[in-house]
């Protein structure tokens, strides 16, 4: 059975951090696309980040140079780096797996597997 387990999110200020965990059990994650999703009620889910098996990433425009999407291949977990967050990154922060080698694109019909999210909430 395939289990993504998100962890880290937490209520912080403007300019604040998080550092969001995703482990990964059933699945191999290396060699794989992975990536991260958010979603706030009303509004669909939006990509955030993804990283492919030879550790290329993409980022949406909200998140280019502030997110950073890394893995740990032997720990079999996924990572997301939030620096200088804002209230507009609150979200529910998803983790989702892929079956393919490269990612082709940043868009939720891409993965296969998804974990049951962790909230990030972020106040001024």
């Known amino acids: 059975q395939v289990k993504l387990v998100e962890s880290g999110g937490d209520s912080v200020q403007t300019g604040g951090s998080l550092r969001l965990s995703c482990s990964v059990s059933?699945?191999?994650?290396?060699?794989?696309?992975m990536g991260w999703f958010r979603q706030v009620p009303g509004k669909e889910r939006e990509g955030v980040a993804n990283i492919d098996g030879n550790d290329i990433s993409r980022y949406s425009d909200s998140a280019r140079g502030r997110f950073t999407i890394s893995k740990d291949d032997g720990e079999n977990t996924l990572y997301l780096q939030m620096n200088s967050l804002k209230p507009e990154d609150t979200a529910m922060y998803y983790c989702a797996a892929g079956e393919y080698f490269r990612c082709y694109a940043l868009d939720e019909g891409e993965f296969t597997y998804w974990g049951q999210g962790t909230q990030a909430t972020v106040s001024s």
């Open positions: 059933g699945y191999t994650i290396k060699g794989h696309c």
